[in-house]
């Protein structure tokens, strides 16, 4: 049995959610937008949550998000940080690249609310004890 790639399954997934990647700046490096819609919405870590996607049963899959381990809104912001390093075609040298920077820092100082209201979602969702 063939498997998604990560990055294959990261965009269904962020499809289902209805992303819209990069909100608001250009398509660069999209998939790394992807992944963040994707932490933030469920507040899982994508990693884990593809690595359940790939170990469980198909049937087992329709509640995966609920088994993969919570991630921070810093560790959710730090993985764009680094996804958008590892993709620009300075190398090593990835990490002084200006976008980099200014993408990440836009994403802290601006997404916060969306982290939020998420979480509020979330909230709302569960049953009362």
């Known amino acids: 049995m063939t498997h998604a790639t990560y990055w294959e399954w990261v965009r269904s997934e962020a499809a289902l959610i209805d ?34 996607f790939n170990d469980l049963p198909e049937l087992s899959r329709v509640n995966l998000w609920l088994h993969a381990p919570d991630i921070s809104f810093e560790d959710a912001n730090a993985r764009f940080k680094k996804c958008h390093i590892q993709r620009t075609k300075w190398g090593w040298l990835g990490w002084i690249n200006p976008m980099t920077w ?28």
Not at 23 to 35: A, D, H
């Open 102 to 129: 200014i993408r990440w820092r836009g994403v802290v100082r601006l997404s916060r609310g969306a982290w939020e209201a998420h979480r509020q979602r979330e909230r709302e969702a569960r049953p009362l004890p």
């Open 19 to 52: 992303s819209d990647g990069c909100t608001g700046v250009s398509g660069l490096f999209l998939e790394c937008c992807w992944e963040h819609d994707v932490a933030f919405f469920h507040g899982k870590d994508p990693r884990a949550a593809y690595r359940l």
